[in-house]
Structure formats: structure tokens, C-alpha cells
């Protein structure tokens, strides 16, 4: 079974609800929920780079820094009626999602383009399904799917899918008790192999990362103590706290560790190149910094009232990404989006009247509207890149 550790993508209701492990006792990496309240506590903004003299505190939009930013609309519906939410985007037309079959008795993962839709696979709603961890290589996209079995306990499969072959394919369905953090690296493809981690069977927190050739064939697993995320390939990182033992940054390759310096007063999540910081003050959070994993570079982006919306830390080693809202409770499409740009030193609007924010493989995504009107937004943060 999948279990899904589940921060927000947003500053509003979790992408997906937090899971329990299969053996009916709860997910053991207890400074992993800290490290993620770092996600959705409320910090602000910091003082702009530079602003016009009319108007001193007003962000600058991207628009305005990089005048040809497209963003790009999406239809919140797929052409046959139901609302379709997108799961990642393959490039500036096509992206891969899910959406309920219009009777309401299948939930259906359709890869889309435009007006063109490609069913991939379709699983009942009677089972509570869940399709995540994707990822790919550009040749091979991978996913898992889980449904509940009717005995209450829940079964998950790894299924791949190539643009040059009519059908997908079982990988494999011995993934054991996968992880998922709600990251872009929940999976990874690396020469020619499918990664993810999962929860050790041990009485100590220990970690599996799992592995197997998409070609097909066998699972690999090798077992390390301790609480650990897959990041971008080579790299592992701590899925703890600094208040519940030390944060690492980890090469496989190079088979070294990075020790985070982390205060008693700090919570630290980490990517492979920054890691955020989330400063407590005595009557609550006090703001966010982001830093390299050895200390260097420190810097302040963040204090008051915006909520880092990605567990992923500094996109694409630049963009950290940021939503403020208008609403105390943070639920409404009032929030304002924004990334800190780290090569400019400066925070930037991206959108205004936003809801759900996501990311993956340095596409920006949103949705805007009521229940009634919603519709998607997407940004290609790569474009952005000088």
C-alpha cells in the first residue's frame, strides 16, 4: 500500500489525504511531519530587489522581468464533460492527468493534448483509487496506482508507459510499503531503472530504496537506518527535523553525507543543492530562509504571511515557490502566487486569485475560478532560466 505523507500544494486542503502504513501502525518518521509543517505554516514576504519609487512595496510580476513568460490556460474539463486535474506536463501542450469517466464509476489517467485524449489506464472509484509518483524520462512515463482491497488493506502497482507503444504495462507490484512525500522525486528514472523508497519492515526507522529495470525484471532493495527521501539522482535527503536528528544530504554515487547545520529553534527540508529553513519565533513561525545544505549562502526569503506551496525546495536550483493569501484560513482562491527568484535575489508575482498550486519537472500549474467556473493555469519555469 501507498503511504502518501502529504504537505500542501497550496495553501489551501492537502493534494491528497495522508496514509497509514498497511501493518496498521502509523508512518514512524515522526520528524518527518515536522520538517513538512515547515510547508504550511505562514511566513512572508521579504523586502523586494528593486521596486519603483512610486510604489516601494509592490512586487514586481514576471511578466514585467521576463516579458516573454507564457502562461499559458488550460480547460478544467475534458472534452467528453469531466473535470480533469493535471498530475504533470510532458511539455507546453501535453500533460498527464486524471479525471472520472462520465457515468462517475472509473476514475481514468489520460494522457492530453489539446482536444486529443489517450486513456492510459482506468481503475473503479468503488476501490479508492490513487495514481502518483510520476515521473519520466521523456521515452517512459511511470506511475503508481493504488486501490483498497475489500478487506480494508490497500494494494499498490508501478506501471510504465512509452509513446511508442499502444498499451501500458505492469513494472512491477513488489514495491513494498511505498512512500510517497508528494515530491517530483517520489520516483526517479536513472539509467534505465525505476527508484522509490519505502518503509523498512524494522523495529527502527529504516529505509528501502527500491529499484527495478523498466525493462522488467526484479526488484532490488537495499535497507539503510534511518528516515530517508529520494531527491534528484544521485542524491537522498533526511525526512526528519532538526529538532528529531540530524539532517543529511546524501550521494549515493559519491557514497558521502552533507550534514545541514540546523538550530533548536529550526526545521529543515532539504533538496539536492538548498535546503529551507523554518525560523520559530516565541509566539510562533517566524520566517523561512533558504541556505545550501552546508550552511553557505544563507539568505531570507520569507516572514509574516506566504506559505511555501512545493515540499520541493528551490526549483530547478532557483525558483522557490511561495503563495500568499488574502483569507485567514488560506482555503479561498484568494492566494496570490509567487516564486524567489535566488539568482536575482527578488520576489516576484506570478499570478493573482490562485488556488491549488503544484509543481513538477519545472512546470508551474494552478488552478483559478470557483468550483463552478475552474480552470488551469501552467508556467514553464525553465523558459525563465538565463
Known amino acids: 500500500m501507498t503511504v502518501t505523507v502529504s504537505p500542501v500544494e497550496s495553501t ?46 509592490r512586487l514586481r510580476t514576471v511578466a514585467e522581468v521576463w516579458p516573454d513568460a507564457q502562461i499559458t490556460d488550460l480547460p478544467a474539463n475534458l472534452p467528453d464533460g469531466p473535470a480533469y486535474s493535471p498530475m504533470l506536463f510532458l511539455d507546453s501542450t501535453t500533460s498527464v492527468g486524471t479525471s472520472p469517466s462520465p457515468d462517475g464509476t472509473m476514475l481514468r489517467l489520460v494522457q492530453r493534448s489539446g482536444d486529443t485524449v489517450r486513456e492510459l489506464r482506468r481503475l473503479p472509484l468503488a476501490a479508492t483509487p490513487q495514481f502518483g509518483g510520476f515521473t519520466t524520462n521523456g521515452a517512459v512515463l511511470a506511475w503508481s496506482e493504488s486501490v483498497a482491497d ?12 512509452r509513446w511508442d507503444a499502444p498499451e501500458p504495462r505492469q513494472l512491477t507490484a513488489d514495491t513494498g510499503d511505498v512512500v510517497f512525500f508528494n515530491s517530483q522525486y517520489d520516483m526517479v528514472i536513472n539509467d534505465g531503472n525505476l527508484y522509490w523508497v519505502a518503509v523498512a519492515p524494522d523495529p527502527e526507522p529504516a529505509t528501502e530504496l527500491r529499484s527495478v529495470p523498466l525493462a522488467g525484471g526484479e526488484v532490488t532493495v537495499r535497507t539503510d537506518p534511518g528516515a530517508w527521501a529520494l531527491s534528484a539522482w544521485p542524491k537522498m535527503v533526511s525526512a526528519g527535523s532538526g529538532e528529531t536528528g540530524p539532517i543529511r544530504v546524501r550521494d549515493l554515487a559519491e557514497r558521502r553525507y552533507v550534514d545541514v547545520p540546523a538550530g533548536p529553534t529550526e526545521l529543515v527540508t532539504c533538496g539536492p543543492s538548498w535546503c529551507r529553513v523554518l525560523v520559530l519565533a516565541a509566539d510562533g513561525p517566524g520566517r523561512i530562509d533558504l541556505m545550501r545544505p552546508d550552511g553557505t549562502d544563507r539568505r531570507r526569503v520569507g516572514d509574516g504571511t506566504v506559505t511555501a506551496s512545493t515540499i520541493d525546495v528551490a526549483v530547478l536550483d532557483r525558483f522557490e515557490v511561495l503563495s500568499l493569501s488574502a483569507e485567514p484560513n488560506g482555503f479561498s482562491n484568494s492566494q496570490q502566487l509567487i516564486i524567489y527568484d535566488l539568482q536575482l535575489d527578488e520576489a516576484l508575482v506570478v499570478a493573482d486569485g490562485v488556488g491549488m498550486v503544484l509543481c513538477r519537472g519545472g512546470t508551474l500549474w494552478w488552478s483559478v475560478g470557483d468550483n463552478e467556473t475552474i480552470s488551469w493555469q501552467h508556467l514553464d519555469l525553465r523558459t525563465l532560466l538565463d
Not at 486542503?13 to 496514509?19: I, Y
Not at 475489500?150 to 508507459?161: I, K, N, S, V
Open 12 to 57: 489551501g486542503a492537502p493534494a491528497q489525504p495522508p496514509g497509514r502504513h498497511r501493518r496498521g501502525r502509523p508512518w514512524h518518521l515522526v520528524g518527518l511531519a515536522a520538517a513538512l509543517a515547515a510547508t504550511v505554516l505562514l511566513v512572508g514576504l521579504p523586502p523586494a530587489g528593486p521596486t519603483s519609487s512610486e510604489q516601494p512595496d
Open 150 to 161: 475489500t478487506d480494508g488493506q490497500g494494494r499498490t502497482e508501478l506501471w510504465t508507459a
